[in-house]
Each structure stands twice: as C-alpha cells, then as structure tokens.
C-alpha cells in the first residue's frame, strides 16, 4: 500500500531500528550492553506504585476520563510549578496534562502549523522536533548549537533568519501559491538541560530566548524533562517576566520521577496557548487512566531527598561512563546534566556512527551515534547513565579486552 506524502523523508526512528538490530545479535548470543537509549532503570517511589495498586483497586476508575485531565493532578502539576520552579500556573486554564511530553510536541505542530510554515529546530537536537514539523506540514529550519558558544543559539544569525523569511513572504503574498511555497517562521525549540549536549541553560540565555521571541511574533516551545537530572538548580523558561506571552513549556514525569513507561506528560502556558492545543488534542485522544494521573499527582508531592536519591545513583553511574570514555580517547565536559554523557571523538574516527560500529561489533557495547542528533553532532557520541553500574564496568573491561 502507498504511504501518505507526509511520510516521505520520515524514516523509521532510529532507535527503532537499532534496537532489532541489537536484538538480532543477542539472538545470536552477543549479549550487548545497551548505553544508548535514555530510559530510567530505577523504579518509582514505591508511595506511586501504592497508589496506583490502591486506586486501580476501586470500581468507579475506569471510565473515560477528561480531556483536560484530572482536576487533582493539574493542582499537584501547579504546586510543584510554584515549588520548584517558582511559576504560578492556573490549574485550571494554564495547565495541560500529556501521555509524555513527546506526543506534545506533535499536538503543538499539528496546532500551529500550515503548509510551508517554518519552525526552528536545534541542530544537534531531539530528532522528533523534526519530525512532528515535516509530518504537520511545516518546514524545519535548523540553528547550529556549537560547543564553544556553550550549546547556546547564535541570536544574530537566528535575526537573520527569521528577517529574510519574513521579507520573503511579503513578496510573496500576491504571488497564487504564495503561502504554500514559503511561510514565516512560527515556532521554535529549545531544550535546557540540552538533550543529548548536557548543556544546562543561564538565566541570561532564558531572557534572550523570550525576547526573541516576543520581538519575531514566534511562539518558543521549550521542553524541558531533564531539569531535576545532575542539576542542582530546575529552572522554567516560565520563570521569564513576560514569557507567557510566548512561551509553551513542555515537562515530563519519565526522567524525573523514573515513570518514562508510564507516559505522563505536560504542556504549561497561557490559557489561549492551552485551549488552541487543547482543540486538537482532544481530537486525538482521551485522558489518561485515573489512577495514573493520582499516581503521578503523588509523585510531584515527592521532596528533594527523592531527587538526591536518584541523582546519587547516576553521578556514580557518570563518573564510571567519564571512565569508559577516556578509555576511547573521547573528550567532554564534566558538567553536564541530564542522562547522558555527550563527548568528541578522537580524530581516527570520521564520526560517531564508526566509533559506534567499532564498539558494537568488536565489543558488544552499544553508544549512540551523536549524528542521529543532526550533522552538528557528527564527531560526537552520547552514552546513558541509564544502566547498572557492574554494566558500565562490564563495558568498560569488553572495550579494554
Ligand atoms: C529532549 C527530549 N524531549 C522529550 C522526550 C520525550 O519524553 P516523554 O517520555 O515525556 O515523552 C525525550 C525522551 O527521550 C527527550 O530526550
């Protein structure tokens, strides 16, 4: 059968495809040790799994639930707004719950988009930002995150940008497919803690952000579920004076809370922002399972003692992967947040996807390429804290056997 149009340039997504390939060399015995993807291996608070055992347990749960969610986990989503991030946020008209925050990130283009709008994409970045923005029809235009300009965009080159685009549309508007052929930029990504750079954001960059997009009438989509990971100092772009007024911020309980499989997600911002998703979303699915939604309502009520607990583990685990990664000759920065460890390759290597090849095939060690990320990520790889220690230590022996 025939593909839709918009599926031409989407390919399966990568980890998709590389985890048959690696079940396929476990089939064959290999036993691969798996740092690439980023889902957290520890369990959540057992006080969240009580009470979802304890909720799903009663009969009057099991119906559908609203739209907008339950009324009891948008009033936990706004303490823990105001409690960590210092955002008040209405429960009731600035708050949106999500199945994970990815499924976000399509309602948002699906939203906002038209036929050849143009949306700003971090290079190197999470690959479904530019995905959703082809699937919706828009067309993505990458900005280059450069390590010596700390990951940070270049804002004189995104004025530039968004400038030469706003002149051409205006000369195209008496042309008969003037808005199909070209579109101004309407949206743009963003994601401090950088995923897969660990670049934590300053709140200088975050005033930048909003004033940018206040001056271009671009809506700044920022997501944000690495904030609690190797980072002392959770900030919200909502935090910004102002920047409700342009702002779409994107949270998630998958890597925060240990919860990646239990998909509960956020959308925060204005109340129209809310309703305009809301009109599409609703389309698409229906609330979460209420116990759930109690259950995760729960884990935002958790303190910093969960955070530290988690962070302990993984600051372990990133000491062991720095170890892995001078055994490759791999440089990075030690300051990184969030569950990966991102590093240059040495210079025998043309990029990460050979180092990776190398590692896998000579010692069942899978690393993430960093050019799955864009080509800016070329001469990078990106390893996960998501992993047992004894399993970094057992990669870290195959590599040096
Ligand atoms: C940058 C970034 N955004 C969003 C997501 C999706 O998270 P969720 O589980 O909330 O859908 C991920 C998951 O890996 C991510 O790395």
């Known amino acids: 059968m025939e593909t839709s149009k918009r599926l031409e340039g989407i390919g399966e997504y990568y980890f998709s495809q590389k985890l048959r ?3 396929d060399l476990n089939k064959q015995g290999k036993n691969i040790i798996n740092l690439g993807i980023g889902s957290p ?6 006080d969240v799994i009580k009470t979802l055992q304890e909720e799903s347990a009663k009969p009057n749960v099991h119906a559908y639930q609203s739209y907008k969610g339950s009324p009891i986990l948008r009033k936990g989503i706004s303490e823990w707004y105001k409690g960590w991030y210092n955002v008040g946020l209405d429960p009731d008209s600035e708050i949106l719950p999500l199945i994970g925050s990815k499924e976000g990130i399509m309602h948002i283009c699906m939203t906002y988009l038209n036929k050849g709008n143009e949306v700003l994409v971090p290079n190197p970045g999470y690959p479904t930002y530019r995905s959703a923005v082809m699937l919706a029809g828009g067309k993505c235009k990458e900005y280059k995150l450069k390590e010596k300009n700390n990951y940070e965009p270049d804002f004189d080159a995104l004025e530039k940008i968004v400038k030469r685009r706003k002149r051409a549309v205006s000369e195209l508007v008496a042309s008969p497919d003037g808005g199909g052929r070209v579109g101004a930029v309407k949206l743009m990504f963003v994601n401090y803690p950088q995923m897969p750079t ?6 200088e960059l975050f005033k930048k952000l909003v004033a940018f997009g206040k001056e271009n009438g671009i809506l700044i989509i920022h997501d944000n579920p690495y904030s609690f990971i190797l980072n002392e100092n959770p900030m919200s772009l909502l935090s910004v004076e102002g920047a409700r007024d342009c702002v779409i911020e994107l949270n998630s309980l998958s890597k925060s809370h240990n919860m990646a499989g239990w998909r509960v997600g956020m959308l925060c911002g204005a109340k129209e922002r809310i309703d305009e998703v809301l009109r599409f979303k609703s389309n698409m699915d229906s609330g979460m399972f209420l116990p759930v939604q109690l259950a995760a309502a729960k884990a935002l009520t958790l303190g910093k003692e969960w955070h530290e607990e988690v962070n302990k583990v993984y600051k372990v685990r990133r000491d062991k992967v720095h170890e892995l990664l001078d055994l490759l000759i791999c440089k990075f920065s030690k300051e990184q947040a969030g569950l990966f460890v991102w590093a240059k390759i040495p210079a025998k290597y043309k990029t990460g996807y050979e180092l990776s090849d190398d590692v896998l095939y000579n010692s069942n060690v899978f690393i993430t390429p960093g050019g799955i990320f864009g080509d800016a990520g070329d001469k990078y790889v990106r390893v996960s804290l998501c992993a047992p220690l004894e399993k970094i230590e ?5 590599i040096k056997n």
Not at 394 to 398: D, G, V
């Open 394 to 398: 057992e990669a870290i022996n195959r």
């Open 21 to 23: 390939e690696i079940d």
């Open 198 to 203: 660990g670049q934590l954001p300053s709140r």
């Open 41 to 46: 291996d520890q369990p959540p608070h057992p």
